[in-house]
Protein backbone atom coordinates (compact mmCIF):
# COMPACT_ATOMS: atom_id res chain seq x y z
CA UNK A 1 0.00 0.00 0.00
CA UNK A 2 1.09 3.11 -0.75
CA UNK A 3 1.77 6.63 1.64
CA UNK A 4 -1.13 7.87 -0.44
CA UNK A 5 -3.34 4.84 0.02
CA UNK A 6 -2.82 4.98 3.46
CA UNK A 7 -3.78 8.26 3.70
CA UNK A 8 -6.80 8.15 2.10
CA UNK A 9 -7.98 5.37 3.29
CA UNK A 10 -7.38 7.17 6.95
CA UNK A 11 -9.39 9.99 5.87
CA UNK A 12 -12.25 7.79 5.18
CA UNK A 13 -12.33 6.00 8.44
CA UNK A 14 -11.87 9.29 10.19
CA UNK A 15 -14.28 11.54 7.81
CA UNK A 16 -11.37 14.29 7.85
CA UNK A 17 -11.95 15.26 4.02
CA UNK A 18 -9.82 18.70 5.09
CA UNK A 19 -6.40 19.30 6.36
CA UNK A 20 -3.24 16.73 6.13
CA UNK A 21 -2.54 13.58 7.56
CA UNK A 22 0.39 13.02 8.80
CA UNK A 23 2.61 9.93 8.42
CA UNK A 24 6.37 8.80 9.62
CA UNK A 25 8.09 5.63 8.66
CA UNK A 26 5.27 4.12 7.48
CA UNK A 27 2.50 5.00 10.02
CA UNK A 28 0.03 7.76 10.53
CA UNK A 29 0.80 9.73 13.53
CA UNK A 30 -2.34 11.77 13.20
CA UNK A 31 -3.53 14.80 11.54
CA UNK A 32 -3.75 18.31 11.30
CA UNK A 33 -5.75 21.12 10.01
CA UNK A 34 -2.58 23.45 8.86
CA UNK A 35 1.04 23.07 8.23
CA UNK A 36 2.26 25.99 10.39
CA UNK A 37 3.77 24.75 13.09
CA UNK A 38 6.95 22.44 12.12
CA UNK A 39 8.72 22.29 15.39
CA UNK A 40 5.53 19.92 16.40
CA UNK A 41 6.60 17.04 14.41
CA UNK A 42 9.97 15.05 14.11
CA UNK A 43 12.10 15.71 10.92
CA UNK A 44 11.29 13.35 8.07
CA UNK A 45 7.06 13.50 8.99
CA UNK A 46 4.95 13.00 5.75
CA UNK A 47 1.95 15.59 5.30
CA UNK A 48 -0.47 14.31 3.19
CA UNK A 49 -3.41 16.46 1.95
CA UNK A 50 -6.69 15.70 0.24
CA UNK A 51 -5.07 16.32 -3.60
CA UNK A 52 -2.42 14.04 -2.36
CA UNK A 53 -0.05 16.67 -2.47
CA UNK A 54 3.05 15.77 0.12
CA UNK A 55 5.26 18.24 2.30
CA UNK A 56 8.17 16.68 4.37
CA UNK A 57 8.90 17.92 7.67
CA UNK A 58 12.74 19.07 7.45
CA UNK A 59 15.92 20.29 9.68
CA UNK A 60 15.84 20.48 13.31
CA UNK A 61 16.12 17.73 15.20
CA UNK A 62 14.03 14.68 16.94
CA UNK A 63 14.16 16.99 20.59
CA UNK A 64 13.47 20.33 19.32
CA UNK A 65 11.29 19.27 15.80
CA UNK A 66 11.66 20.59 12.61
CA UNK A 67 12.65 23.65 11.23
CA UNK A 68 10.07 23.39 7.90
CA UNK A 69 7.79 22.16 5.68
CA UNK A 70 9.52 21.20 1.87
CA UNK A 71 6.88 20.06 -0.72
CA UNK A 72 7.97 16.88 -1.93
CA UNK A 73 7.27 14.74 -4.98
CA UNK A 74 5.71 10.88 -4.35
CA UNK A 75 8.09 8.64 -5.63
CA UNK A 76 7.76 8.31 -9.65
CA UNK A 77 6.29 11.75 -9.64
CA UNK A 78 7.45 13.99 -12.27
Avoid at 6 to 18: H, M, P, Q, V
Avoid at 25 to 37: E, H, M, N, S, V
Avoid at 44 to 53: E, F, V, W
Avoid at 59 to 75: H, I, L, R
Wanted: some cysteine.
Amino acid sequence: MTINEIALEYRARKSLWNGYVIVFDGTITGWTYRLDYPQGFVPGCTAIDSANQQWKSTGGDDYNGAEAWEPSKPVGGH
